[in-house]
């Protein structure tokens, strides 16, 4: 698994990238990226409430 993810994760972010890049610009391409990773964490920032109050000075299980 750790193979797949390591070598398969930034050749389908590449593709995925160069295609939205060829079929607007590499602006888009770049922006629209940036904002996906964005809109991902907050949704899973929201999923996972306890993960957002986590504090490593005192952890709990």
């Known amino acids: 698994m750790f193979i797949v993810v390591?070598?398969?994760g930034p050749r389908l972010g590449d593709f995925?990238?160069?295609?939205v890049a060829d079929l607007?610009?590499?602006a888009v391409a770049?922006?629209?990226?940036g904002l996906a990773c964005v809109l991902a964490i907050g949704l899973l920032a929201l999923r996972g409430r306890s993960f957002v109050r986590y504090d490593?000075?005192?952890p709990t299980p």
């Not at 770049?30 to 990226?33: A, H, M, P």
Request: cysteine-free.
């Open 6 to 8: 390591v070598a398969g």
């Open 16 to 19: 995925l990238a160069g295609s």
């Open 56 to 58: 490593a000075h005192r």
């Open 24 to 26: 607007t610009s590499p």
């Open 30 to 33: 770049v922006t629209g990226g």
